[in-house]
T-cell receptor, first 116, second 118 residues
């Protein structure tokens, strides 16, 4: 069975600090997809990034960067120079490629609080 | 393109009643998935519909059901509501390429329906 673990329940940082959100996953599939979503207080899940299991290249998008390491089954997310607008709950999710259906298995989320 | 829309946004029901939630996917998306989010259980997969057929189902009782129409719009129904059904219900849509293969497309979520059962 697939599983996603986000061990950090809540993180508080001061604006401009860098912060890394951890994500560890378990799956028996060799082909799978990993995602990060952001959930602001409004409730909508906002898509941030998608990675497939064959692409271990790290990605940077502005202040966001992602580190995917298959050897440790981790897909960590770093926000550089955090801002108050980054305050939200962040979810890591896994989708296996076997079968015809798609289903996201989510971690429990990490609440990030950025203060001035 | 308009995003995923869900109606209603807020709903208050009493135990024993039933409720129907609606989801309109992004134009061109044919797959619709439903998730339940509660403080205790987190985000849990309910079911997925593609071309009016349920392709996958999560571990929820039969009181939870859904359907998809020919225009890809989807509804989910919860019958005989219980207090524990109070949750944020999120709908997500994704584009499914022809000849599905093993590719998994990104799911884009709507704003959700907050259901409170009293």
């Amino acid at each position: 069975a697939q599983k996603v673990t986000q061990a950090q329940t809540e993180i508080s940082v001061v604006e401009k600090e860098d912060v890394t959100l951890d994500c560890v996953y378990e799956t028996r599939d060799t082909t799978y997809y990993l995602f990060w979503y952001k959930q602001p207080p409004s409730g909508e899940l906002v898509f941030l990034i998608r990675r497939n299991s064959f692409d271990e290249q790290n990605e940077i998008s502005g202040r966001y960067s992602w580190n995917f390491q298959k050897s440790t089954s981790s897909f960590n997310f770093t926000i550089t120079a955090s801002q108050v607008v980054d305050s939200a709950v962040y979810f890591c999710a896994l989708s296996e490629a076997s079968g015809t259906a798609s289903k996201l298995t989510f971690g429990t989320g990490t609440r990030l609080q950025v203060t001035l | 393109k308009a995003g995923v829309t869900q109606t209603p946004r807020y709903l208050i029901k009493t135990r024993g009643q039933q409720v129907t939630l609606s989801c309109s996917p992004i134009s061109g998306h044919r797959s619709v998935s439903w998730y339940q989010q509660t403080p205790g259980q987190g985000l849990q997969f309910l079911f997925e519909y593609f071309s009016e057929t349920q392709r996958n189902k999560g571990n929820f009782p039969g009181r939870f059901s859904g359907r998809q129409f020919s225009n890809s719009r989807s509804e989910m129904n919860v019958s005989t509501l219980e207090l524990g059904d109070s949750a944020l219900y999120l709908c997500a849509s994704s584009w499914t390429p022809l000849g599905q293969g093993l590719r998994r497309e990104t799911q884009y979520f709507g704003p959700g329906t907050r259901l409170l059962v009293l």
